[in-house]
């Protein structure tokens, strides 16, 4: 995930793949959050799932270290309606990254 994770000798912050949950919070549900992070994520090529839950959204994200850095940075702007006050980062197991196979919302 953006923050915590290890740099591996050898391997460029660019090349490093990592795995993480967001929980985001604020006005994020019908107002074009979830599509907006689905183009997001599909223009990075990042792996993963973006759904509403009763707090607000959840993303599941994986891929290069960098581009999940930048997803994160561009997700606080959320679609031209939306506004998210907050964004908690999650590592997942990292055993559980997959080779990506698109982004799907929920």
């Known amino acids: 995930c953006p923050k ?27 107002v074009g ?3 907006f ?3 997001l994520a599909t223009a990075l090529k990042l792996a993963g799932l973006v759904g ?5 959204a959840f993303i599941e994200i994986e891929g290069p ?3 999940v850095e930048s997803f994160v940075a561009w997700l ?3 679609s031209s309606t ?9 590592e997942l197991d990292p055993a559980a990254i997959q ?7 929920g």
């Open 4 to 30: 915590g994770v290890p740099m591996l000798p050898g391997l460029s912050h660019e090349a490093r793949r990592t795995r993480c949950r967001l929980d985001v919070r604020g006005r994020v549900q019908g």
């Open 33 to 35: 959050f979830r599509p």
């Open 37 to 39: 992070a689905y183009r």
């Open 52 to 56: 509403n839950d009763v707090h607000g």
């Open 65 to 67: 270290l960098a581009a």
């Open 76 to 78: 606080w702007q959320g």
């Open 82 to 90: 939306a506004r998210v006050t907050d964004v908690e980062v999650s």
């Open 99 to 105: 080779p990506p196979v698109g982004f799907f919302t």
